[in-house]
């Protein structure tokens, strides 16, 4: 039975129990409460930033001052309002890519591990391939190729972190077809597509929705470094290209650098906190307080 | 309503084989047959290992037979059936031996039952399917039906699930259901009212049960037919009483001293049984050979096929005698001696 | 003397987290086991019995289990005892125990012979190698199985030749007291009566007393000379096997006999006991029995009924044992 998490997705009575649950775990507590403030700065951008991102001015390199609260940038831009708005597009292109790797990695990993045969047989291979493949250079390849609008590195990215999903998923499928509640489903006349969508993925998507939130700061990390490189969406405000632009100032405008790589390191720190916080909260034998 | 044929259930020559890795091939099910009549109640008993899991199983195909074949009132799964499975399913239902994990945890009760309903498209909306999911809770002495259609399976006992278990398998007023083991793992003072619980539920119906248990007592109170089954075969086929009073094979015999229960002289001991089993489907001859205590040389050669002895079928080439009077383990010819220790496995 | 006595335990079980429940798993148990007296604990889940049986072997783990009341093997004291001194002198030498499913703790990759040798050795480190080789096979002999499963691997034994290993592993010091903890269960029921049958000729050679926990009444009354029925913690009835089952005293156990069907003879109806056991994590007041019982009256309810004391000749804790019973539940 420890395959499957010991929550129960129960509504209302057993939703206040699970909330109560999660704010039990120190992780989740700090990590939420992290998430709160980045979801409220990336959506209140435009009311947070102090000037126009975009606007390039003639005080450049200034050092944080009380107009300019993390400085300029070589080109004049305010660094504090770039971070801010940077924020939107970590969120957006972290979140939707990992979400688009969750579906589709739960989708294969629950059809390879329910139905067994030649799917399995073909996923497997797949994975294996994927695993080869130094996924970095394969995304490269693929934003180089087709361009690098934020709509490809998302696409890019959720097409490429499915593999992990997969795994995860029909290790889970693999020992719940054989599970009672299974063979009762099939003995009452459900199609075994219907148990996939209605049993094995609801008990088995709990390491999944954890890993998810590990993906969006590894998509994140990842967008940073395309941008970092030069290949992210140019039109978009993205730390790693402020990153990669304060990498020529390193020594005159130091602020530039360090701002959006601290951004980065919160954020992704963030969802790891979540990550390993619903990990405790969904396998009860982790949690070390006891 | 038309006439229906009488012999709900056919079975003949039925073969299961799981291939371990590593190992040879196993012979769950080594060649059963039996036939069951509308309303009977069939009882299949035997040790661990014998295979009668997995004829259960077969019979309401959770699993396909290698060779045999099913009847089901007189066709076959593929003449009739294929083309609605949904239909199969209200023929045939089964109740499983583990009522904590025969419900998905995350559904309510409520959903559990009117679910099953909805999907064989009885009653016209959810508030007809859920009156009659209460009325029969009701009925069979889950009362309120909302202190437990509300609920979800693990705030539940075992005794209770496996009511609602059974519950479920008669929603569809199946003709024919498979009870695997349904009270091995409930408590003593659980199992009487399951086992009461399934025997109504089936008389009101009128409906055909396969009932499976390694506990003989429990097998003679509910089944008018018994099937002794060891190694994949059915050893001994008869009527309840008669089998367990006046058992043919040798198995049987000692199945039946070694049951210890409350009642028995506590000077009649056990038939010893020398030897070890072999594995399911190794034998050429009889399965039982190694460790029965009437063999001769020609039970090693050839495999006994049954044979009708006035209503009884055994397979077994040197039956026991009708021994109706003399009460076990002080006839003759059947008392063990308690030989040296051996160990010929 | 007797072997065994255990007054007045009480086990209690805490559990942390956000709702800290205090559960008590045994409730004031008194009993006592004579020499070469093969005692029968019957009882259902949650009766308390396989935890009774830890807390005698202290077994059981030390944060969140309480064990109070006095525990007399042999005269020592055994829950004053250091744990070291339990482990050297007592477990395992003179107080042993068989599992259910004990083929589980066997390990895969080492013989038999090697397993067990290893075992007797922690308590007898100074015996020579071919010493103790040579007791390992008589053990097995013991057990009746051939010499040669010295050196074979579990897998390659039935479940039954596993099930005697262990029965010959926890002999191999002669223990006085023996306790099997549904040591059977797992077994078919040939071989079950085969190894209660060795079991009991073994516990007349080698002077051993045992005690048998199980759910299954017929296994106490073909193999113990004296049985206790446990409920929901406590002890509800004790007394010798045949009178107990002839004339059962405490509702429960009348009620328990009769969910039994039976093999031989009319076939009657059996019923089950309405009800469930008590949640062990309130307090009861009154008989714990009470909810359940169909002749519980007002000072069932109120009144915990005096306790087992065979002594005092007292078999039944029910306020109204001995009287009228045999007419109700039959």
Known sequence: ?290 | MTARPDKVLEAEGLVKTYQARGKSAVRAVDGVGFTLRRGEVLGVIGESGCGKSTLGRMLVRLEEPDEGEIRYNGKTYREAYRRDPLAFRRLVQIVFQNPFDTFDPRYSIEQILTGVLKLHRIGRNHDERLALVAERLEQAGLAPADQYLTRYPHELSGGQLQRISILRAMLLNPQFLVADEPTSMLDASIQADIMNMLAEQCRERNTAMVFISHDIAAVRYIADKIAVMYLGRIVEYGEADEVLHHPRHPYTRALIAGSLKLGRQADAKPLKLEGEPLSAGAAAGCAFYPRCFRRRDDCRERRPEPVDLGGRRVSCFYPLEDEASDPPGTAPRAAATRESPSGTA | MPILEVRNVNVTFSTAGANPKRVAAVRGVSLMVDEQDSVGIVGESGSGKSTLALAILRMLPRRTAQVEGEIRFDGIDLLALPEERMAAEIRWKRLSVVFQKSMNSLSPVHKIGAQMGDIYRIHEPTVSRADVKRRMIELLEMVNLPARVYNQYPHELSGGMMQRVSIAMSLMHHPRLLIMDEATTALDVITQGQILDEIMELERTLRTTRIMITHDMSVVAYSCKKVAVMYAGCLVEFGDVRTVLADPQHPYTRGLLATIPSLTGEKKLVRGIPGSIPDLGQPIRGCVFAPRCAHARDICREQAPPAVDPSAGRTAACHFAGAGGGEHDR
């Open chain 1, 1 to 290: 039975m420890e395959a499957t998490a010991k929550i129960k997705r129960t509504p209302a009575r057993g939703l206040r129990k699970l909330l109560r649950d999660a704010l039990a775990v120190g992780q989740l507590r700090v990590g939420v409460a992290f998430l709160i403030l980045l979801i409220l700065v990336a959506v209140f951008a435009p009311l947070i930033a102090t000037h126009d991102p975009f606007a390039l001015d003639n005080d450049m390199l200034l050092p944080p001052s009380a107009e300019h609260w993390l400085g300029t940038d070589g080109l004049g831009r305010d660094v504090f309002s770039m971070v801010v708005h940077g924020a939107r597009t970590s969120l957006v292109i972290g979140v939707v890519a990992a979400v688009i790797a969750g579906i589709i990695g739960t989708l294969l990993g629950g059809i390879a591990g329910f139905y067994r045969g030649g799917l399995d047989r073909f996923l497997t291979e797949t994975n294996n391939m994927f695993l080869m493949i130094p996924t970095f250079f394969l995304v490269l390849l693929i934003v180089a190729f087709f361009g690098s609008s934020i709509v490809n590195v998302i696409l890019v990215l959720g097409l490429t972190g499915w593999v992990g999903n997969a795994l995860l998923m029909r290790s889970q499928a693999v020992s719940l077809r054989e599970r009672t509640f299974v063979k009762s489903a099939i003995a009452v006349g459900e199609s075994r597509a219907r148990i996939l969508l209605k049993h094995i993925i609801p008990n088995g998507i709990y390491p999944i929705i954890a890993n998810t939130t590990m993906n969006i700061s590894a998509a994140i990390l990842m967008e940073s470094s395309l941008s970092f490189l030069g290949l992210g969406d140019p039109n978009i405000v993205s730390w790693g290209q402020i990153i990669s632009h304060g990498r020529s100032y390193l020594t005159s405008g130091w602020w530039i650098s360090a701002s959006a790589g601290l951004a980065i390191v919160i954020t992704v720190f963030t969802f790891y906190l979540i990550g390993d916080g619903l990990n405790r909260l969904f396998n009860p034998k982790l949690q070390t307080t006891r």
